[in-house]
């Protein structure tokens, strides 16, 4: 066969060592001449394949090329065992020593053969031809004849004589012995010719032994046939090389000396050769002759191998035929046997010994003359008649023989006898053995061949376990499947498994080849270890890896590329049409890196059919997913890279971050990437990612101060932008604003242009109350992200114009971000068009349930007067713990309602949430206002003033409270900026002219309100200022009108509904008394409640219910200590019950809380121009009320009485 046939079958056996090519390796080799690699192939192919019939054959013809018969039987032995009525082993086998030249040992394999194919003419033409060969006929002829040539050796003259001693007849001793041994004496076997005809007594040609056909004597036949196999023949001097022997057999002839009588068939001993002519029975290639001078053996079985005296002797009449006792079988006929004394012991049954034994004669034979046969030194031509004649010299030396044989057969007939005796008394001593005497050695023998079975059983075992028990093919493939894991454990164990691999296949290219890959992917994973990347590059030189395995080679090459050899790398890997899984993911990822997102999902696309479960391809599809904001489908993507690898780290990253984006099973992500932060394995690259991502996901769920912590230390690393965009948001998220602004503006100044950091930045200021700030800092012409934050800067400055043309710039595709949506809402809203803003903001939040939808929602109810489903709203929106909006509104709705107990815990939550939101510190403030709590409030406004001084509002909300603390002139100022800030503000100008009557300046109090007025038309709590202004004046009637005013605008206005009972004083008897009580229980702020108990007192004084009218007297003044009007009423129920002093202590307090209220001041007259000692006092009190309240009814009055008593307070 060619070399490349053998090649090819070598590669596939490499690749598969169980495969059972290993026969036609094993035929192509033999074919070659190459018997050992032979050998060595079978050995291997059958230890995987332990009942092929062929192998064994394939490799007993190979021992047979080697000169190894004895072993080549055994393995025809094993073949046949196999299956014993399967007659292709008969075949195969029959062949095989067919062409060997083995004819007496084809005979019984061949006879097998034909008894179980009985129709199979080729079979029998076999057979018959070897009996012709056996019989001096030709050799059979093969179609694939392979004879073994064996180069005939030059004959050595010098050449030293065979010891007698190893091949002289055995002795009496030996007979003896072997008598005693329990054992028969050997005996000559007498077989049947091979054409199954008994031998004529007569001795004559047609036996078969010596005959002298037409075309000559037998010699020449064997002649003829040891010329066809040996090639070339020459006769020696005095002792030439056996022409039959077989090659490495080790035997030759002896130069001299008689055979041994008694020699049985086969057994290998040498005859006396010098000069000896072919034995005209002998088998081609047997490796027997007959003697050097002698007639042939006319006894002798043709091809038995076994050469006669050279004295012509005869074969012993006595021998029985096919004896069973210290012979070889059948088979092993032309296979030289031990010497006598090793084989004595040997039964028959081996090799063959199910087979049908040749047929043998019944009868003894008997001795027939021969004539001598000679063999001419010519190696062609017709002998004469006369070359079988023997001379008178050869006659001699024939009857000499026989009378040696003579008298062996009597010393034999003598030891035969003394065999039996012996054998019966060694018998009787046997009985008397111990069961430890008798099978002592057989138990040893066997217990020390169970630690045999045992040990081999144990060295298979522990090998096996070494190689885990696996193939070459189950090892490659285990190695491959920890390779698509991708993570460094799987990459180890690749690299042992891989190692394993060339272990069993040192020249694999397919190991070499992935172990190159994997410790590329090390290289480039795991550290970049100039170790794996020389490991690698190695690899990829041994030989068949580049051209079996190019696209394992090309990713190799890219992933452990230096800068030099990068790029052309890269073109090559991109140039490749391997449809090769690996090359087509790194492809993908290097189109990826390169912008070229089209070619790079078509090339994960490809990597992706050519194996479903190639990790680096979903994780790297995942990455471009997530990077496109497309979380759903990324989360799709590291979920199935999961599936095939669930410890890999990218994965189970990006599928963190996906869901921190989606805001979905937060605690779960956290729980699968926290443990990633103490992985010694995972890759470099990949962990800033990690602690990216576990920061971020600490602040989602609240645990912001762990989140700063472990944020703050990746600021100086490689990802310090995206740490410092986390840390702001984190800070936002904790509601430390200055902090997440810090971080900003330190992302701004490592990326001035990025979209990101502005879009942070702006968020920061929006939460910060600083509008105005965010417009100026981020620049019109920024992307969509600032975009939408000018358009909220807008929206909560007012101006709903400025605002839609910002939102416009957010819009894809004709759809709008949906946060962009819930402003545009409100714009519609405040423009009047609330039924569309609710049905947009109803299907948006119905499509993506989102905070700021709901918060949005829940305000265009709020305008509608649905409170209800506003608050519904507003409740769904605190429950998101880092919403803080959704907490505010609903604080400010309930206390709208009237509720700020229930209010304060929204509000408290919002504060601690964002603690620089405005709307919610104001919110806040107010509820602690209306419940009393004036100091709580205080904190809260000036913590606000301080952090926002810019805020007008803030400085609003702390000058209300500094009134209700009392400390009006620090109130004053306060609203003095907070007007200056927003001179547009009506409450602010309302605060402030309450502030001017308060510090005694009426006429600017009153212009304060008018502007107030004009700002807001339709305010109760302005109509009731208003009000208050007219009874400082005496103004009953126009303070009446300003009270219905309140009523009109708001019903449920608690002031305009005890203005008006206040305003028909001191009428109202006990009903309206019962309505005071009833609007003082209900009222939602202290100053409400004090306005209502200072109103019930004065009811209650004028109805004679003095007692009754203290009490509220008394509770008036503990809500609003600072009230003026709770002193006025106190001050005059004290004087009704005559206590003077504590009524002018009242009023007096009433006159310096209300400078500007004439009636304080006229109600002071009144008690002290009882004491003449207070006239002075009086005096004046009584100017001050005909300046503040001339217009009063009491002003006649005073006005009379007034210069009488100015003479009484002159004397």
């Known amino acids: 066969m060619a070399k490349s046939m053998v090649e090819r079958y070598e590669q596939l056996l490499r690749q598969d060592p169980t495969s059972s090519v290993f026969v036609e390796l094993a035929k192509a080799l033999l074919e070659k001449g190459d018997a050992a690699r032979t050998i060595e192939v079978c050995t291997q192919g059958i230890a995987h394949h332990p009942t092929s019939t062929v192998g064994r054959v394939l490799w007993g013809k190979a021992l047979i090329q080697l000169g190894r018969p004895a072993e080549a039987m055994e393995q025809f032995d094993q073949a046949i065992a196999i299956e014993k009525d399967n007659p292709y082993a008969y075949n195969l086998i029959g062949e095989v020593l067919l062409q060997r030249g083995l004819y007496r040992s084809a005979l019984p394999i061949l006879r097998k053969a034909v008894a179980l194919q009985p129709n199979n003419g080729r079979v029998k033409q076999w057979l018959d031809q070897a009996q012709q060969a056996l019989s001096g006929g030709p050799a059979p002829i093969f179609a694939d004849l392979g004879t073994l040539v064996v180069p005939a050796a030059a004959p050595d003259e010098d050449e030293p004589k065979a010891p007698e001693s190893g091949e002289a007849a055995p002795s009496a001793f030996d007979a003896r012995a072997a008598a005693a041994a329990g054992l028969e004496p050997r005996r000559a076997r007498t077989q049947t010719p091979v054409g199954g005809v008994e031998r004529a007594p007569t001795g004559e040609a047609a036996s078969g032994e010596a005959r002298t056909g037409e075309d000559g004597s037998a010699g020449a036949s064997e002649a003829r046939a040891s010329e066809d196999l040996d090639g070339a023949r020459g006769e020696g001097a005095e002792a030439p090389v056996d022409p039959g022997q077989e090659p490495g057999s080790g035997r030759g002839r002896a130069a001299r000396g008689p055979s041994d009588p008694g020699q049985e068939p086969g057994s290998g001993r040498s005859l006396a050769a010098q000069g000896a002519p072919s034995d005209p029975g002998q088998e081609p290639g047997s490796g027997r002759g007959r003697a050097a001078q002698g007639p042939s053996d006319p006894g002798q079985e043709p091809g038995s191998g076994r050469g006669r005296a050279a004295q012509g002797e005869s074969s012993d009449p006595a021998q029985e035929p096919g004896a069973g006792q210290g012979r070889s079988p059948p088979m092993l006929a032309d296979i030289p046997e031990p010497a006598a004394d090793e084989a004595s012991g040997a039964l028959s049954g081996g090799l063959l010994g199910d087979l049908p034994p040749p047929e043998t004669t019944a009868r003894a034979r008997t001795v027939a003359p021969a004539a001598p046969v000679v063999v001419t030194a010519t190696s062609g031509g017709k002998r004469s008649l006369l070359d079988d004649i023997p001379d008178a010299s050869e006659l001699a030396a024939a009857a000499a023989r026989n009378k040696a044989a003579a008298n062996a057969q009597d010393t034999e007939a003598l030891a035969s006898k003394y065999e039996r005796e012996m054998h019966e008394k060694i018998a009787k001593e046997r009985a008397k053995q111990s069961l430890l005497e008798r099978y002592g050695t057989k138990t040893v023998a066997l217990f020390v061949a169970l630690i045999f079975l045992g040990a081999s059983a144990g060295f298979f075992l522990l090998y096996r376990s070494r190689q885990g028990g696996q193939t070459l093919s189950e090892t490659l493939e285990l190695a491959r499947r920890a390779i698509a894991q991708d993570t460094g454990v799987s990459l180890d164990e690749a690299l042992r498994q891989l190692e394993r691999a060339r272990d069993m296949d040192e020249s694999s290219a397919q190991a070499w080849a992935l172990t190159g890959y994997a410790h590329a992917l090390r290289f480039q994973d795991h550290g970049a270890s100039t170790e794996d990347r020389r490991l690698a590059l190695e690899a990829l030189e041994k030989p068949g890896v580049r051209d079996g395995f190019s696209g394992l080679v090309l990713a190799t090459n890219q992933l452990v590329a230096d800068e030099r050899g990068r790029e052309s790398a890269r073109r090559a890997l991109l140039a490749s049409q391997d449809d090769v899984t690996e090359v087509h993911a790194l492809a993908g990822s290097q189109l990826l890196a390169a912008k070229d997102e089209k070619k790079a999902l078509d090339r994960f696309d490809r990597a992706l059919k050519a194996s479903p479960s190639n990790v680096r391809a979903l994780v790297s599809l995942g990455g471009y997913y997530l990077a496109s904001e497309d979380f759903p489908q990324a989360l799709e993507m590291f979920k199935r890279a999961r599936e095939v690898s669930k410890e890999h780290p990218a994965a189970r990253i990006g599928m963190a971050e996906s869901r921190l984006a989606l805001e979905q099973e937060l605690d779960a992500a956290l729980a699968d990437v926290a443990p990633l932060a103490q992985d010694p394995k995972l890759p470099p690259a990949l962990k800033p990612r990690q602690q990216l991502v576990h920061g971020e996901l600490l602040s989602a769920l609240g645990k912001y101060d762990e989140a700063r912590t472990m944020l703050t230390q990746g600021t100086q ?221 205080l904190k809260q406004f000036e913590a606000w003033q301080l952090d926002n001084p810019g805020n007008a509002a803030a400085h609003k909300g702390f000058a209300l409270a500094l009134y209700q603390s009392g400390r009006r002139k620090e109130a004053e100022g306060a609203s003095g900026r907070a007007v200056k800030l927003a001179p547009d503000d009506a409450e602010g100008q309302r605060l402030r002219a309450a502030l001017l009557f308060a510090n005694g300046d009426a006429k600017g109090g009153f212009s304060a309100l008018e502007r107030s007025n004009k700002l807001d038309s339709k305010n109760p709590d302005t109509f009731c200022e208003i009000a208050q202004a007219f009874l400082r004046q005496g103004q009953v009637e126009s303070a009446d009108a300003a009270f219905a005013a309140a009523r009109r605008e708001g019903p449920d206005a608690t002031c305009g509904r005890v203005g008006e009972l206040y305003a028909q004083l001191p009428a109202g008897g006990r009903g309206a008394a019962r309505t005071l009580q009833d609007l003082a229980d209900k009222a939602p702020t202290v100053w409400d409640k004090a306005f209502a108990q200072t109103t019930l007192a004065r009811v209650l004084l004028g109805a004679g219910a003095v007692k009754e009218a203290r009490a509220a007297a008394d509770e008036a003044v503990k809500l609003a200590p600072f009230n003026g009007r709770a002193y006025l009423a106190l001050g005059l129920v004290a004087f009704k019950q005559r206590q003077e002093a504590p009524a002018r202590e009242a009023l007096a307090k009433a006159v310096v809380l209300e400078p500007t209220d004439g009636l304080a001041h006229l109600a002071l007259a009144d008690v002290l121009v009882r004491e003449s000692s207070e006239l002075l006092r009086a005096v004046e009190a009584y100017e001050a009320f005909l300046r503040l309240a001339s217009g009063a009814p009491e002003a006649n009055r005073v006005k009379k009485a007034l210069p009488l008593l100015k003479r009484r307070a002159s004397r």
Do not use: I
Request: a positive charge.
């Open 717 to 937: 690393g490689p990802l310090a932008m995206d740490f410092q965009l986390a840390l702001g948001a984190a800070g936002r998220a904790a509601g430390k604003l200055e902090a997440a602004q810090q971080a900003y503006e330190a992302a701004l100044k490592l990326q001035p242009k990025s979209d990101e950091a502005k879009e942070g930045l702006g968020r920061t200021l929006l939460d910060r109350d600083r509008e105005r700030e965010a417009l100026q800092r981020l620049e019109a012409d920024g992307g969509r992200k600032v975009a939408l934050v000018r358009g909220a800067a807008y929206a909560r400055l007012g101006d709903w114009k400025r605002a839609r043309t910002e939102l416009a710039r957010t819009r894809v595709n004709d759809r709008y971000p949906p946060e962009a949506v819930a402003w545009l809402a409100l714009a519609d809203a405040n423009e009047g068009n609330g039924a569309q803003a609710r049905d947009v903001l109803e299907k948006a939040l119905a499509k993506r349930p989102r905070t700021d939808l709901r918060v949005a929602l829940g305000q265009v109810y709020w305008r509608e007067r649905a409170l209800d489903k506003a608050q519904a709203q507003f409740d769904e929106a605190l429950k998101d713990p880092r919403d803080y909006e959704g907490a505010c509104s609903l604080g400010r709705l309930l206390l709208a309602r009237g509720l700020p107990d229930m209010a304060l815990k929204p509000l408290t939550q919002a504060v601690a949430r964002n603690g620089s939101h405005g709307e919610s510190r104001d919110a806040l403030g107010r509820a602690l206002l209306a419940l009393g709590r004036t100091p709580e409030a």
